[in-house]
């Protein structure tokens, strides 16, 4: 038997010493190997988990949601510390400690909701409703954006594992830990949440000194909810006034009369457009003229405050004011009943209307100091804009009966082109005559308080700025007869006044003083709005 195994197996077979020595060698090698394997799959585990998350995280840690009249959107980013970042563009940005950890939320804020920010002046309790409900909006995002990340960092971990190893196992494994990565950094956040952070911003953007930026924009929304509650009793007001214009003896519009409301210098008031609506059913309005600063930075979010231009149900003409930007005059030229002019003319209600934007874009005058005062350089850009919008009119095939310009400054140049020149910018009323030059026609100037009260920067006095809208009377040959200047508001002023002036003789205009027009290579002595004042009339205040 012996012979036979010895014959079978043959002569250089396993039981030679050389055999032996290469079949039990190879054992304390090959643990070490299969050590290193182990490692390394576990590191590449680790490292398409970790990658997975962060692509993950990035790619699907964002939603949308409503907060309050906003529309925001949350996102989560990996970061070295925690925080949240608060996004108002264009304005800057709030930097809050809200919590630790790595992960990192950012809160933009976008276009407000024009029907829901309406609807918080139209109901005064809405406003603490809303503060309240808000956090609620906040947490409930914050909510669904942890879950969303949560489920796109696995998801995603899963599909780059499954491509990378092609093995059901690690697979399984990479999804665990991007599970176990995503869970716990979103806990470490949730565990050292400090809701005293929102009491602590620090503030980054175009303006400057935070601390008293901050205090002053509580005290401002402490201010706003107070004159919210005023204004919609005033605004329901407005209503009356049919009542107090149809008992006026001293004018009655004759068949045939052609209504204009102007407005200007809304400035983001929602309170303007309910105001508006009302006087526009009222008084019988036929067109709206706005003469500029529909916004206050011309910004994307901004444009939505243009959606109520259409709900007017009126044309609308319209000029850019140098708080609007051309996106501003984009958004109001989207609007179905909405006309655009820059340095163009058209017919409305059988008005010929001419006008032109304000060469300058000067929303913000700590970086545009060329806006902030009428500087030679300002008065080379408003005067000439003024001329080159005389140019036009003389060259219209039909005669002009009404110019637009947002700065009263551009008016000179519009002497004797057309009986009447409208425009805002400074937010004081005030009605006057261009200089005449022999064989001209007279040209009266007409400047529009703010129909917006001046947006927020109104309530930073004692008293906010009145909202102040005019309505214009045009005979059947064009030319005013009448006009009615209206005011509303001041806190602690339950009152809607209305003022009627009656002009005598239209085809000479009312008797108002003349108006000294500013010339180019104005010193920086002039107004500081970039308009002159009468000389009955003190100098207007200062507008941004």
Sequence with gaps: MDGQENEQRGPGDDDTPARRERRWSPRWPTGRSRGMRRAGVVLAVLLVALTGTV??????????????PFRADLTLAPAVRGGTTVDIPPLGALQL?????????????????????????????????ASQSAVTDVRNGVLRLGLRTLGAAVLVTLILAALVFRDARRTAWAGGVALVVTVGSLGLAAGTLRPQAIEEPRYEGLLVNAPAIVGDARRIANDYSR????????????????TTVSALPVYEPAPG???????????????GWQLIRTVVEQFGIDVVIDTGDLTDWGSEPEASYV????????????IRGNHDSPRTAAAVARQPNAVVLNNSTTTVAG???????DPRFTPDKETSPAGSGLTAQVADQVIGAGETLAATIRSSPRPVNIALVHDPASAGPLSGTCPLVLAGHT??????KLPQADGQQPTQLMVEGSTGGAGLRGLEGEKPTPLSMSVLYFDQEKLLQAYDDITVGGTGQAQVNLERHVIRDPAKGADVPVTPTPTRGASESASPSGSAPTPTSPAPTPTS
């Design 427 to 432: 937010h004081a009323r005030q009605m006057s």
């Design 351 to 357: 008005l010929t209307i001419a006008g032109i934007g």
């Design 227 to 242: 004159y919210a509650e005023q204004l919609q009793r005033l605004v329901g007001n407005v209503s009356q006034l049919y």
């Design 55 to 68: 692509i993950g995280v990035f790619a699907g840690g964002r939603v949308s949601t409503d907060i309050g």
């Design 257 to 271: 009369t052609t209504r204009v409301l102007h407005v200007s210098d809304m400035h983001l008031n929602p309170t």
């Design 307 to 318: 959606g109520s231009i259409g709900l007017l149900k009126k044309p609308y003409v319209y």
């Design 97 to 129: 400690d809200s919590h630790q950890g790595p992960t990192h939320l950012t809160v933009g804020l976008g276009a407000l909701d024009q029907r829901k920010t309406e609807a918080l002046i139209d109901d005064p309790a809405s406003i603490s409703r």
